[in-house]
Nanobody, 120 residues
């Protein structure tokens, strides 16, 4: 099982970024997929999940600004991030989940992270 996150970078406040999570060794039907992030000096937090049936879940901090989606043909999950704020800065990780939720103990597999920096 491998998850490869990409698409991070430097963006100005109010801007957008789209992260990708390419899965290998399993399909999107096998596990729900989640996104976590870790801001400097803070604990890693769960921000979004997508279930096998396509249902989506968001933490309050990103609700209405971030959109998670999956492409089964590409075996890839995306996180579209709009209206970015400086507090969205951090390393973003995609995960294969044992269950839907934002707790770290629900994570079955971690991917490597991608850095997102929101700054003017």
């Amino acid at each position: 099982v491998q998850l490869q996150a990409s698409g991070g970078g430097l963006v100005q406040p109010g801007g957008s970024l789209k992260l990708s999570c390419a899965a290998s060794g399993f399909t999107l039907d096998d596990y729900p997929i989640g996104w976590f992030r870790q801001a400097p000096g803070k604990e890693r937090e769960g921000i979004s999940n997508i279930a096998n049936d396509g249902s989506t879940y968001y933490a309050d901090s990103v609700m209405g600004r971030f959109t998670i989606s999956g492409n089964t043909a590409e075996n890839t999950v995306y996180l579209l991030m709009d209206s970015l704020k400086p507090e969205d800065t951090g390393v973003y990780y995609c995960t294969a989940m044992r269950d839907i939720g934002f707790r770290r103990e629900y994570v079955a597999y971690w991917g490597q992270g991608t850095q997102v920096t929101v700054s003017s």
